[in-house]
């Protein structure tokens, strides 16, 4: 399985957990979500292998209203973010999440009978963060390790996630890595327009 279909499943869980199953214990949160996207890949595979613009709109319509847009800009961006005008901190969140869309979208095809496992909720000593440690299962491949870690917002008495690690790797670091690079190398205005032109892929 490759790193983009790993980090697709993750996303999944990732924006799911923050709503159907938001108040649950985090380890029952994540497992109902495995279970219910794992059904839907299995019902509409052949449907989303004949059709990618059906893959690009389902992410659309199913993940992209839960996503922080504004939060998610900012990890990624990490310093830069306030070094940013308004107007580029709006044009760099809005083509990042196209191009999240468009990369997760192709992974929809990829799904090839993984299953998963979740280890039981560990707790800080507040009950205020969260880490649930999983195995995927592939049936052509070594088990992958995935690590969710959750936390609750102030004033919200529910779990989001905010970082998805596999084997190791944390999402948030990889992609704000990849785009500190860039922005280091050509400026945040280049990074845009590239964006826009779609000759940026998450690594």
Avoid at 65 to 83: H, S, T
Avoid at 157 to 181: C, K, L, P, T
Wanted: hydrophobic share 35%.
């Amino acid at each position: 399985m490759t790193t983009t279909v790993n980090r697709f499943v993750a996303l999944l869980l990732f924006v799911f957990s923050a709503t159907t199953f938001a108040e649950s214990d985090p380890k029952d949160m994540l497992k109902g979500v495995a279970d219910n996207i794992v059904s839907y890949l299995e019902k509409n595979q052949d449907k989303l292998q004949d059709n990618p613009d059906m893959a690009v709109e389902l992410v659309k319509k199913e993940l992209v209203p839960y996503i922080d847009q504004e939060g998610l800009g900012r990890r990624v961006l990490a310093k830069e973010w306030k070094n940013a005008s308004p107007q580029q901190q709006q044009k760099f969140v809005e083509e990042f999440v196209n191009l999240v869309v468009n990369t997760y979208a192709k992974g929809l095809a990829q799904y090839e009978g993984q299953s998963f496992e979740f280890e039981d909720t560990e707790y800080n000593s507040k009950e205020t963060a969260a880490r649930v440690k999983s195995v995927m299962n592939q049936p052509k491949g070594e088990p992958v390790k995935i690590d969710y870690l959750l936390r609750k917002p102030k004033g919200l008495d529910a779990w989001r996630v905010i970082d998805v690690r596999i084997e190791g790797i944390s999402m948030a670091s990889s992609y704000r890595n990849q785009f500190a690079q860039q922005i280091q190398k050509d400026g945040l205005d280049s990074v845009i327009k590239k964006l826009e032109n779609n000759e940026i892929e998450l690594q």
